[in-house]
Structure formats: structure tokens, C-alpha cells
């Protein structure tokens, strides 16, 4: 698939087909981890990579599931939860080759966070170019769901992508048309050399 094809049909899904994907191509999609960018390398990034029925219901149930109008993050056949571990930045920026007058850095912004935004992108350009659909989830309850899988203390939960094949239904031309009519426009988010300049 060419890139603007995958990056046209980039959307946030949620209605989706039990059918199963294929674990060879889960097993690619996870394989991104290695791609995705890092601050210096740290390599903070952690991914469960949940398919059984029974995991993929609770993992459902911790997201909240309920509150919204239909289920789709039980209904999805995979779900990739995405976390980071910060300490492993910090482990990389206090070696010797990164130090800074002898001292860590001090971060302009928590890069653990950016990379796993990065990363998040980077599952889902994936998934699309394998011909399926992506979502994503929040999870507040990230205690219980830590303890479900295992996730050591210091692993921050990032959120959960839900990756599978769309329904016919998955994206209504009534949200499609309430989307666009929302898109500011590009002036109001892109300017060149200045912000002062809108040319």
C-alpha cells in the first residue's frame, strides 16, 4: 500500500468484525516496537499483545467498554496494550556520553510520553497497511489492568489499540460529514517561518 493510501485511511474505529487476524501479521504489526523512535535510544517502549477472548473481555471491562453506545474493545480480535518505562530514559541520559556539564538533562518535555504518542502512530500505520482497522483506548483503572498482565510497577499504561477488520458500518458518512465539518482550518494550524505571518 502506498503511504498516502495508508495514511488517507487513517481513522479512530470503533465497530469491528470478530474475524480473526492472522498471527503472523499480529506478530509483524508488534514487530514495530524495533522501529519506533526513542529519545537516545532508551528503547522505554513495552507492548502486551492481547488476542484470547476471555483477556480481551476484562482488558475491555478495565477500559470502561460499558460507558460506551456499543462494545468494540471485546469485540476486536486483537488488542495491543501500549506502555513506556520513564526510568529508562532517565537510566540512558545519566551515561557518560550523554551527560550534560556531568549532570542528566533537564527535559523540555517528558519524551517518554512524545515517543509513545510516536509509537502509538507507528502501530497503527502498521495495522492499516495490512488492510485492517485501528483504535484506540484509554484505561484509568491501570492498576487492575497492570495486574492482569503482568506489567512490572514501573511501566507506565499508555492506552490500548484495538486492531481487527472494520464493519461495513465502521465509519457512518454521518460522522464522516460531522468530522469534516469540524476540520479548522489549515492556516489555523500551520504557519510558515512565523506564527506572526498567516500567509
Do not use: C
Not at 160 to 174: K, L, N, S, W
Amino acid at each position: 500500500m502506498e503511504f498516502d493510501e495508508v495514511l488517507a485511511r487513517r481513522r479512530m474505529v470503533r465497530r469491528y468484525r470478530p474475524d480473526p487476524v492472522p498471527p503472523d501479521t499480529v506478530e509483524k504489526i508488534a514487530r514495530t516496537i524495533r522501529r519506533a523512535p526513542s529519545a537516545g535510544f532508551s528503547q522505554g517502549h513495552r507492548l502486551v499483545v492481547v488476542t484470547e477472548r476471555a483477556a480481551r473481555e476484562r482488558v475491555a471491562e478495565l477500559a470502561e467498554e460499558s460507558l460506551y453506545p456499543e462494545k468494540w474493545l471485546s469485540v476486536a480480535p486483537v488488542l495491543m496494550v501500549l506502555g513506556v518505562r520513564e526510568d529508562d530514559y532517565h537510566d540512558r541520559y545519566t551515561r557518560p556520553d550523554k551527560l550534560i556539564d556531568g549532570k542528566e538533562l533537564e527535559w523540555p518535555a517528558p519524551y517518554w510520553w512524545v515517543d509513545s504518542g510516536a509509537f502509538l502512530m507507528l502501530v497503527q500505520l502498521a495495522a492499516i497497511n495490512e488492510g485492517l482497522a485501528t483504535g484506540f483506548a484509554t484505561v484509568r483503572r491501570t492498576a487492575a489492568l497492570k495486574e492482569l498482565l503482568g506489567l512490572p510497577d514501573d511501566v507506565a499504561v499508555v492506552g490500548v489499540v484495538t486492531i481487527g477488520h472494520p464493519r461495513e458500518d465502521a465509519v457512518p458518512p454521518a460522522d464522516t460529514a460531522r468530522l469534516r465539518s469540524m476540520a479548522r482550518p489549515f492556516g489555523d494550524l500551520v504557519r510558515r517561518e512565523s506564527w506572526a505571518d498567516p500567509r
